[in-house]
């Protein structure tokens, strides 16, 4: 056999390994049992908002014995004491709304010094809400998570979002699984291809690109599988896709009427919010998110 022959026999079954080698999803059931909820509202105000937002998630197992601790605005204002409560209760999960302790909430432009430092810092998950009237009243007060959305760039592998949606779905939600392949940089890499003549550009179009969205998707059809098995009500939907990654986040998000968001904000290359998780956060000023 020539010896180019058995290079390309070799890769073959190199290829048929790998592509076996695939990422399952494992349950593990979230407890969520110290919550910390900060607002820059009155003592009484804050109360009427925090009472919605258990309202909100109330019926959800991951949260039925959890300790709410309020920290209303006249207790905690600057961002070295917002940090220094942290430290001190060590929560499972953060709850405040969008620009606190910011005057800048009438401008969709930020989220508030607070809250960037708030969700790169802390190592619990954070319930971002939208912001309450000045009475401490959510004027479109959702009652439970019927629509959750799973977000990120690359799904397969990532139990912990997957947990976290899944702790934050009530019972027999629709758990939408997302996973969008920028066109922006798969076209990049294809041009660079084209310039190589030994490589069939559209073939290579096909195959990469199926190759990269199958990925995803049996990962998705291992959640469904394993939350089927472990009892977990919830109907698990793929939304794969390709295209340009803000633009279809928009679009899933208003297509589906989701309840709750959730996505990752932290990148262990830098101290800024996450990819497009910022971007998200700051535009969509009404859809309550769940930052990890």
């Not at 009155?42 to 920290?71: H, I, K, M, T, Y």
């Not at 019927?146 to 979002?161: E, K, N, P, Q």
């Not at 959730?262 to 990819?275: S, Y």
Request: glycine share 4%; proline share 5%.
């Amino acid at each position: 056999m020539p010896a180019s022959a058995a290079v390309t026999l070799l890769d073959q079954f190199s290829s048929v390994f790998r592509s076996a080698d695939k990422p399952v999803y494992k349950h593990e059931p979230l407890s969520l049992r110290r919550a910390l909820v900060f607002t820059d509202l009155p003592s009484d105000e804050s109360q009427r908002w925090l009472a919605q937002v258990r309202d909100f998630v109330g019926g959800l197992p991951a949260l039925a014995d959890v300790d709410w601790r309020l920290v209303p605005g006249e207790e905690c204002d600057t961002i070295g004491e917002l940090l220094a409560r942290v430290s001190d209760l060590d929560p499972h999960l953060v709850v405040t709304f969008r620009n606190l302790h910011s005057s800048a909430w009438q401008w969709p432009h930020s989220l508030s010094d607070h809250l960037e430092v708030l969700t790169q810092v802390t190592d619990a998950p954070v319930l971002l809400m939208p912001r309450p009237d000045r009475e401490g009243v959510w004027a479109d007060a959702k009652t439970g998570t019927a629509d959750v959305l799973t977000l990120t760039d690359h799904l397969s592998g990532d139990a912990r979002l997957i947990r976290h949606s899944v702790a934050f779905a009530s019972a027999g939600a629709r758990l939408h699984l997302t996973h969008v392949e920028d066109d922006a940089v798969f076209e990049r890499y294809l041009r660079a291809i084209s310039r190589i003549p030994e490589i069939d550009t559209e073939l290579a179009r096909r195959v990469i690109l199926a190759q990269l969205l199958k990925e995803p998707r049996d990962y998705i059809d291992s959640v469904a599988t394993e939350l089927q098995a472990v009892g977990v009500q919830a109907q698990v939907e793929a939304q794969v896709t390709s295209g340009h990654r803000l633009g279809e986040y928009r679009r899933l998000i208003e297509a589906h009427a989701v309840d709750l968001l959730v996505m990752n904000t932290k990148d262990e290359d830098q101290l800024a919010m996450h990819g497009l998780s910022y971007p998200l956060a700051v535009e969509l000023r009404d859809v309550p998110m769940l930052l990890l």
